[in-house]
């Protein structure tokens, strides 16, 4: 089976742009999460899709949302970039009844000048 | 609420030296519990699980983990580290639909 996957892999934005990432789960799972990784506050959790409905949200600002497809793949979007939201940014995809056990893809690497 | 502690920040060892990285998790509930790595430029990758059963966890690349009940602990273990276990290890704690990370343990291994 293919892993997660997410493009694209880098990104540099400008102050006040707006940018989607996008995630192709594992087939098979419905359930998609993403995180924000900086190396002042680690692995912090966005948002997941369960579904194509929003099942539980982070504490992130209304700038940040997501949606998710009825193939399960997800996108965020970011609006009105500012230079703290420079990170990578994981998706990560689970199977019902798993426990949680989460896959993560490769992320991807935002740099906001 | 659930949360997760990692108590270490950053452990450096040297290699082919034991290793013990520790998990600290608080929950009122049974939960169920995760060590993730990551190595540079890469997500995060299953490492060991504990859902239920015996309380040793063995997972990949020699790792293994026990679970301790009364002390609320989850700590990681290897008895040798090699070079190529250069990373950050996550300790992570889910129950129902949720599950939450620790702040990541940098293991540094000295030649």
């Known amino acids: 089976k293919a892993g997660v996957t997410q493009t694209p892999r880098y990104l540099i934005k400008t102050r006040g742009q707006q940018v989607t990432l996008s995630c192709s789960p594992i087939?098979?799972?419905?359930?998609v999460s993403w995180y924000q990784q900086t190396p002042g506050q680690g692995l912090q959790f966005l948002f997941e899709?369960?579904?194509?409905?929003?099942?539980n949200k982070g504490n992130f600002p209304g700038r940040f949302s997501g949606r998710q497809f009825s193939n399960s793949r997800s996108e965020m979007n970011v609006s009105t970039l500012e230079l703290g939201d420079s990170a990578l940014y994981l998706c990560a995809s689970s199977f019902p009844g798993t426990r949680r056990e989460q896959y993560f893809g490769p992320g991807t690497r935002l740099t906001v000048t | 609420a659930q949360s997760v502690t990692q108590l270490d920040s950053q452990v450096p060892v040297f290699e082919e030296a034991p290793v013990e990285l520790r998990c600290n998790y608080s929950?009122?509930?049974?939960?169920?519990l995760f060590w993730y790595v990551q190595y540079p430029n890469q997500g995060l990758q299953l490492l060991l699980k504990?859902?239920?059963?015996?309380?040793l966890v063995k997972g990949i690349n020699g790792f293994e983990a026990e679970f301790n009940k009364s002390q609320t602990s989850f700590h990681l273990r290897k008895p040798s580290v090699h070079i190529s276990d250069t990373a950050e290890y996550f300790c992570a704690v889910a129950r129902d639909d949720k599950i939450i990370f620790g702040k990541g343990t940098r293991l540094h291994i000295l030649p």
């Open positions: 929950s009122s509930v049974s939960v169920y």
């Open positions: 504990y859902l239920s059963g015996s309380t």
């Open positions: 899709y369960f579904s194509e409905t929003q099942r």
């Open positions: 087939s098979g799972h419905r359930s």
